[in-house]
């Protein structure tokens, strides 16, 4: 049974048997729901198989959403095992698992398929294209993603889940302080899913650069493509420097190398560096997109243009490169000498200058717009203020020789959340009601989402706030209890109801998706915000090849001055569509890519080895296959706009 | 599909233009995979641990041969391209395979010289440097493998189908990845070995 013995748990305790039977009933249930209903052919040909970029999005987006929950899980236990002193909740090994996956879960499979959902979902139409340039590509990247997350989330009924922090720097990470295959899971789920965001990354320069509808010049396209192409072009310089961190790590952990040790050579700092010169732009790659989102919608319910359009694409352009000059501000405490601190002090603080001619912008925007409060607006106001607390500490922070002070504190912890939430997770919330009606055909019911909006803001300065105190006392990040004579107890407390109020406020949210399925009208319009761009000027539901006639754009409004001055986007006559087909491969790819990911993981050699040749066996398979895709006759074009005509 | 005449075969439709694009900025990943192995290697080149260093173990004999025939490979799958671009598919073809054969002799030479190193106490575990070093170029090495591969089912697909805008295209990308294989030895040379052995 010695076999058998690598797949135990390290540290079982009854939530994770607890885990492992949920898990297990939920596949069950799947499955038998999945045969019950006769579903798998419609599963294979609509969803495992297609190359669309709309139902690509929304596979990412329902990812998303399901580690959001994931990860939330993991936020609500940190934060009960620190409401009160001396909590015997959790026990430090299982807390030092829970706050690694918590953050790799939040940033890597929660923040990052939620940007590619929206990506996904809105670039190709605010482009005005039929497709994104290699869709079968785009259909592997979300795979693999999806098979990464799958087999990082495993980690925790099988072999144990990496315990030594979301940065897992060396040697902490190394065999020797980590000995269980934990870490090794971080090393491949997050390398397999880090190649399909490489891949992403390519797809979408290209299509943003080759595929604009005619007329659309690099300066008339909507702020959130330009959001997405700088964010893109981040990805394919960071990602490679990810691929070669890991693989580096999986060869001391498994070859037994000496890159990170800290005997015959190795350098333990060199992780760290490395981590951060990924890491740094990675938080540009959540926070633009983002910045896209909060452009369209306030522009949009503000009813005047984006003020300062040059500028915003300017500050995005300037982010992007200064993202990679500012990695050292993570470790100013681990001894590069003041020269180097000063200049990493310096370029950080640099960067808080685009950002800032960024939210002014926004203000702009709004001054002497005709305001009108949806729930996404609502979300993109709260954003401004509350950000700005996260950005401005975040300064703080910036200082190296402050930095001693706050280095791996709670103030630091607080001045992350206070980015990432505001920043990222309001714009996604923002986003996806946005564009839900689009995705859908319905939208959600406003009075919950705008009563969701404002618990989630206010649950958010809760949960935060307190820390910014309780780490300039001196409470330390990632310890697992304190005693009551450190007088933390409180702002801990305090902070506890917060997150139980996001967890509220996220469950309202999926009330409101249950709500609105349910009851929502489908009778709306395909621009029910009288929004801006592209995207809203097709139908709803987006036919398969998005626009019948591709359209002509004059501006970088090009929708909304249509609709002002009354000219036609699309102009000329139907003409047959060639469509990509859809492929199985990229589905069976990601399958092999898991078994090669779980087999690695667990040093099984000889799975490892039949599973390499599968992958090259794919590769293979797609050199040869001859795929020309195929058309869409005018006579089917005439009938669906028809049918979505009257509809 | 729209054929564009006026441009070469391998960028005369749209979805062919994108895929060279497409793989330029693969390409330009490509470019910061080896750039953090190279950085890496700065870092580590002097901690050598109980190990040896560069300077006892380089031999300057196999690397200029494995040079001569990298460098060559690249000249002739450059002839290939031009042979494609002027139609001629029999030229092409021969072109391709002496590149490929020359890619092998590379390897051959590569592998021995690995080989080579182990045997004299420079493995992988040895210490840092060595692991940086057998890293790096058998991340180069391995990029060289799966070229033969991938060479080899073009030149299968161009002898079967011929010179289609689909296998022009594909001819071209793959010349795209070996002319950059190239780039990163020419690197590899100066910086690893003959930085090293100075």
């Known amino acids: ?647 | 599909m729209k054929i564009d005449n006026s441009l070469p075969l391998e960028y005369s439709t749209e979805e062919n233009s994108n895929k060279i694009l497409g793989f330029w900025i693969f390409l330009g990943a490509e470019i910061m995979l080896f750039a953090t192995l190279f950085s890496a290697y700065f870092i580590l080149v002097d901690r050598t641990g109980s190990g040896p260093t560069g300077a006892e173990i380089f031999e300057i004999t196999p690397v200029l041969i494995e040079t001569i025939l990298l460098l060559t490979s690249s000249f002739t799958i450059g002839l290939g391209i031009h042979a494609m671009r002027l139609g001629n598919k029999k030229a092409m073809l021969t072109f391709f395979t002496i590149t490929l054969i020359l890619g092998l002799g590379f390897l051959g030479f590569e592998i021995f010289e690995f080989v080579h190193y182990v045997h004299i106490g420079a493995g992988l575990q040895t210490s840092a440097f060595t692991a940086i070093l057998l890293t790096t170029l058998g991340t180069h090495g391995a990029h060289v493998t799966f070229g033969l591969f991938w060479g080899l089912f073009i030149i299968l697909q161009v002898k079967k189908r011929g010179l289609t805008p689909e296998t022009a295209n594909k001819s071209f990308i793959f010349s795209l990845y070996w002319h950059f294989l190239d780039v990163v030895w020419i690197f590899i040379f100066s910086f690893v070995y003959l930085k090293g052995m100075m």
């Open chain 1, 1 to 647: 049974m010695d076999f058998f013995d690598r797949f135990a748990i390290p540290h079982a305790s009854p939530a994770i048997y607890a885990s492992m039977v949920a898990i297990g009933l939920t596949v069950i249930a799947i499955i038998a729901g999945l045969t019950y209903f006769k579903k798998w052919g419609y599963l294979w040909r609509e969803w495992l198989t297609t190359v669309d970029h709309k139902r690509i999005g929304i596979m990412y987006l329902i990812s998303a959403l399901l580690m959001l929950f994931r990860g939330g899980v993991d936020a609500i236990m940190m934060r009960a095992q620190l409401a009160v002193p001396d909590n015997k909740l959790l026990d430090a090994q299982h807390y030092n698992e829970i706050f690694t996956t918590h953050g790799i879960v939040m940033i890597i499979f929660m923040a990052m398929p939620f940007i590619m959902a929206l990506m996904n979902f809105v670039v190709p139409l605010q482009i005005g294209a039929r497709d994104v340039a290699f869709p079968r590509l785009n259909a592997l990247s979300f795979w693999l993603f999806f098979m990464g997350a799958m087999l990082f989330n495993i980690s925790f009924v099988i072999g144990g889940s990496p315990d030594a922090g979301w940065t897992s720097y060396f040697p902490l990470a190394g065999t020797e302080f980590s000995e269980s295959v934990g870490s090794n899971y971080y090393m491949i789920a997050i390398q397999i899913a880090g190649l399909g965001t490489l891949m992403t990354g390519i797809n979408f320069i290209t299509t943003i650069l080759k595929m604009r509808a005619p007329g659309m010049k690099l300066m008339k396209m909507p702020m959130f493509t330009w959001a997405s192409l700088v964010t893109n072009a981040i990805i394919v310089f960071a990602f490679p420097v990810l691929t070669v961190l890991l693989a580096m790590g999986t060869m001391d952990r498994l070859f037994g190398t000496h890159f990170f040790t800290t005997t015959n050579g190795g350098m333990d700092m060199l992780w760290a560096n490395f981590f951060w010169v990924w890491g740094h732009p990675e938080v540009y790659i959540l926070i633009l997109p983002a910045f896209g989102i909060y452009s369209e919608v306030i522009s949009t319910f503000a009813r005047r243009n984006l003020y300062g359009y040059k500028s915003m694409v300017g500050s995005m352009v300037i982010i992007s490169l200064l993202s990679f000059l500012v990695w050292t501000h993570h470790f100013f405490t681990m001894g590069q000498g003041a020269l180097t601190n000063s200049i990493f002090s310096i370029t950080t603080m640099a960067i808080a200058v685009p950002t800032g001619v960024k939210l002014f912008n926004w203000l702009f925007t709004l001054w002497k717009g005709k305001i009108e409060i949806t729930t996404p607006m609502l979300y993109s106001l709260l954003f401004i203020p509350t950000f700005t607390i996260g950005g401005v500490t975040g300064v703080m922070l910036g200082m190296s020789a402050a930095d001693y002070q706050y280095h791996n504190t709670m103030f630091l912890v607080a001045h992350f959340h206070m980015v990432i939430i505001p920043g990222v997770v309001f714009a996604m919330l923002a986003g996806l009601t946005f564009y839900w009606p689009k995705m859908f055909g319905y939208m959600l019911n406003e009075k919950i989402g705008k009563l969701s909006a404002w618990i989630i803001a206010t649950s958010t300065l809760l949960a935060f706030v307190p820390m910014f105190f309780s780490g300039l006392d001196g409470q330390a990040r990632r310890m697992y209890t304190y005693s009551e004579s450190t007088g933390f107890g409180p702002w801990n407390m305090v902070s506890f109801i917060g997150a139980a109020g996001l967890a509220v406020g996220f469950a309202l949210i999926v009330y409101n998706i249950y709500y609105s399925t349910r009851y929502a009208s489908r009778d709306i319009a395909s621009d029910p915000w009288d929004a801006r761009s592209l995207e809203w000027a097709t139908h709803t539901p987006v036919p398969e090849y998005n626009f019948a006639i591709l359209p002509q754009v004059k501006s970088s409004e090009a929708f909304w001055d249509a609709k002002k001055h009354g000219h036609e986007l699309f102009q000329g006559e139907y003409e047959k569509i060639h469509m990509p087909n859809n492929s199985g491969v990229p589905f069976i790819l990601s399958c092999i890519f898991f078994v090669w990911g779980f087999s690695f993981v667990f040093s099984l050699w000889i799975p490892l080895i039949l599973t390499t040749i599968g992958i090259f066996v794919c590769m293979a398979y797609r050199s040869f296959e001859k795929d020309h895709g195929h058309y869409i006759t005018v006579a089917e074009i005439e009938e669906t706009e028809n049918n979505l005509r009257g509809a």
